[in-house]
């Protein structure tokens, strides 16, 4: 895998992190490139008052974001990590709090995920314990585009049976309280940047979770991306049809209405595809951004929309005692229920769930 660090302007404890950083990757076998545009992991470092974005021009890119602050964080990290996450485009974002040689280093990810890496007596350690967070997406290959067929059959242009409990199980995802807001991201991006994250990923807002339950054989009906999940009504815009996945085309294959601008569907929607076709008994599937206890976890923290994360859930599954039945959790992220049906998933976690994911 090809990356590039960028480090404008940086305060020198970036620009010290980020060569020590550059080291260690070259050390498990990453090559560095100086053209960003040829890379597809940027490391891309920034003032946290000026947080300049890395402009991909592929989807395939994953963003490094790298900033510091004077002293500790104070308060609630994410309130502060967060927005800044947004703001730099960033898949991921690394905050340095400290002006040490090992400064604790303050991981955030899209899903509201907050961790830390502190000082180490042995450097090597500390760079190689920062190193095993960003190495997933080093290794990744992200399946976010879709291919629209306009000739989803009449009678299912209102939906079905399926889609009216799609709607059901949004609205008791609300009442359980475990559908965060969509991030208003006008509140924090300029224009510019909106139409950049609308031209490369097709979505107006960030909203968490989403649901899916069986069609058929092959089908299946999933929530749109970017939508509130408790009002899943209009197929096409918010419940997307699933026929498959091009692996040509690194695409997902979608039915909808032929006179309907169609939503792109959820990203998660690869693990979902790959979830329903190893395993017929398997109905329905519900991925929430909480936790239970006493459940198996996957060893990395892939990023959404990756094949490496829908192989990664669909092997727990596949170990389950039975796999119709499973909760996988995804690692510094959430939860992968699956069920017969979206009933069955409710009635089985209701009462065990808890709305804070544990980092590490």
């Known amino acids: 895998m090809q990356f590039a660090v960028r480090d404008p302007d940086a305060r020198e404890p970036v620009r010290r992190f980020a060569r020590k950083l550059r080291d260690t990757m070259e050390r498990h076998g990453h090559r560095a490139v100086d053209d960003a545009d040829r890379a597809s992991l940027v490391v891309q470092a920034f003032r946290p008052e000026d947080p300049v974005a890395f402009r991909r021009r592929a989807r395939s890119v994953f963003v490094v974001g790298l900033t510091a602050v004077d002293g500790p964080l104070e308060g609630e990290p994410l309130a502060e990590g967060y927005p800044l996450l947004v703001r730099s485009l960033s898949n991921l974002l690394v905050v340095l709090a400290g002006d040490g040689p090992r400064p604790t280093a303050h991981f955030f990810t899209p899903e509201r995920g907050h961790y830390v890496v502190e000082d180490a007596e042995d450097p090597g350690d500390y760079f190689d314990a920062v190193y095993r967070r960003v190495e997933p997406l080093a290794s990744s290959t992200l399946v976010i585009d879709n291919v629209f067929e306009p000739d989803l059959p009449e009678e299912l242009w209102d939906g079905d049976e399926k889609t009216a409990a799609l709607g059901r199980a949004g609205r008791r995802l609300d009442r359980l309280e475990l559908l965060p807001a969509p991030f208003p991201l006008e509140e924090v991006l300029p224009a510019s940047d909106r139409r950049h994250l609308e031209k490369l990923f097709g979505i107006g807002g960030l909203s968490y979770g989403n649901l899916s339950v069986r069609k058929d054989e092959s089908r299946f009906w999933m929530s749109a991306s970017g939508v509130d999940k408790s009002r899943l009504e209009e197929i096409g815009t918010e419940i997307l049809l699933v026929r498959g996945y091009n692996p040509d085309r690194n695409a997902m294959v979608l039915g909808v209405p032929p006179d309907r601008e169609p939503a792109r ?20 599937i519900v991925h929430v951004h909480a936790w239970m206890d006493g459940i198996p976890v996957t060893r990395f923290n ?24 499973a909760v996988v959790g995804l690692k510094n992220h959430g939860l992968t229920i699956t069920g017969r049906s979206l009933e069955g998933i409710f009635d089985r976690i209701e009462g065990r769930i808890r709305p804070r994911v544990p980092m590490e």
């Open 265 to 284: 569907v959820s990203v998660d929607a690869v693990e979902h595809w790959t979830i329903y076709r190893e395993h017929p008994d398997v109905g329905a």
């Open 302 to 325: 892939y990023p959404c929309g990756t094949r490496e994360l829908a192989r990664a859930v669909a092997g727990k599954v596949a170990e389950a005692e039975a796999p119709s039945r």
